[in-house]
């Protein structure tokens, strides 16, 4: 090894959703860089039912057929219970954990009114409330040694995707969730950052097969998740001097995202709603602000 390789010797990483796509490639690669990883999954389909304990071992026993130490969970993160112990296994296995990579997550692709109650709830549940109790989970044992790292999954669909207005929510809330922790965990030494990466996973194609054209599809092929798993190890390591903050990643290119607010207009006298709507149309018409922004899925 390059005495200016990133290594995690020694380290403990807990990656949730790790049994697939990304989440694999995140595991498989911490691990052969010395990492400790507890490889979580529900097991679950793409939509949240069926969930299996076998893809974890399975991830798991290619780390270990490599020569890396590696653990399976199947715990939801979904369940304050089921987040206690995922963390838990970290902590009887390894004594310690110094990495949480929250990447387990669920797409359900419908329309704003005939997503029903209960996937809305699932969705939210798995997505921001798994993040949220992984992270709370582990955070009294990363404030105890004063060293942290977690790396949080959202999404460029977070600005809004048609169609995917509860999945943008859940993603949106991991930004904002995200971006809070941060400034917590200043103090302790812990760094905070975000992850919102462009892969060809099951998840993507479960949606693309109902959603989009034959030619989106086939731009997302080259996307091998494998082009994202380098930016979270150096989210994830001590080199890592950011925080608070979110990198796009797709194939080769990495970019920054956040959230800004740009001025329009400043009032002299007390605004009133004629005086607004004047002002908010000529920055329209200098095309200052675009109305109804919509990114591409």
Not at 56 to 85: F, Y
Not at 97 to 122: P, T
Not at 232 to 259: E, F, P
Not at 266 to 282: F, G, I, K, N
Request: proline residues 5%.
């Amino acid at each position: 090894m390059n005495p200016e390789d990133l290594l995690f010797d020694g380290q403990v990483a807990v990656v949730t959703g790790a049994a697939r796509g990304i989440g694999r490639e995140h595991a498989l690669l911490l691990a052969r860089r010395g990492a400790r990883v507890v490889v979580n999954d529900h097991g679950v389909d793409a939509d949240g039912m069926n969930a299996s304990s076998e893809p974890a071992e399975e991830v798991a026993h290619a780390i270990t057929e490599e020569g890396g130490v590696a653990i399976s969970n199947a715990d939801s993160v979904a369940s304050e219970q089921g987040a206690a112990r995922i963390i838990g296994t970290a902590i009887e296995a390894f004594g310690r954990i110094d990495i949480v990579i929250n990447n387990a997550g669920l797409v359900v692709q419908r329309s704003f009114l005939d997503a029903s109650s209960e996937e809305i709830a699932k969705l939210f549940n798995v997505n921001a409330l798994g993040t949220l109790l992984v992270s709370r989970a582990a955070w009294p044992h990363l404030v105890e040694s004063g060293y942290g790292r977690v790396v949080n999954t959202t999404s460029g669909a977070s600005f809004g995707v048609e169609g995917l207005c509860d999945y943008s929510a859940t993603k949106g809330a991991i930004l904002a969730f995200t971006n809070s922790l941060a400034l917590e965990g200043a103090p302790h030494g812990i760094r905070v950052n975000g992850l919102a990466p462009a892969a060809a996973t099951r998840m993507v194609f479960d949606v693309a097969a109902r959603y989009w054209p034959p030619e989106q599809i086939d731009l997302m092929k080259p996307l091998h998740p494998r082009f994202v798993a380098p930016v979270a190890a150096y989210l994830s390591h001590a080199r890592c001097s950011l925080s608070g903050k979110t990198l796009t990643v797709a194939a080769g290119a990495v970019g920054m995202m956040g959230l800004a607010s740009e001025p329009l207009f400043q009032s002299d006298t007390e605004p009133t709603p004629e005086s607004v709507a004047s002002a908010l149309e000529r920055a329209a018409a200098e095309a200052a602000f675009q109305d109804s922004p919509s990114l591409p899925s």
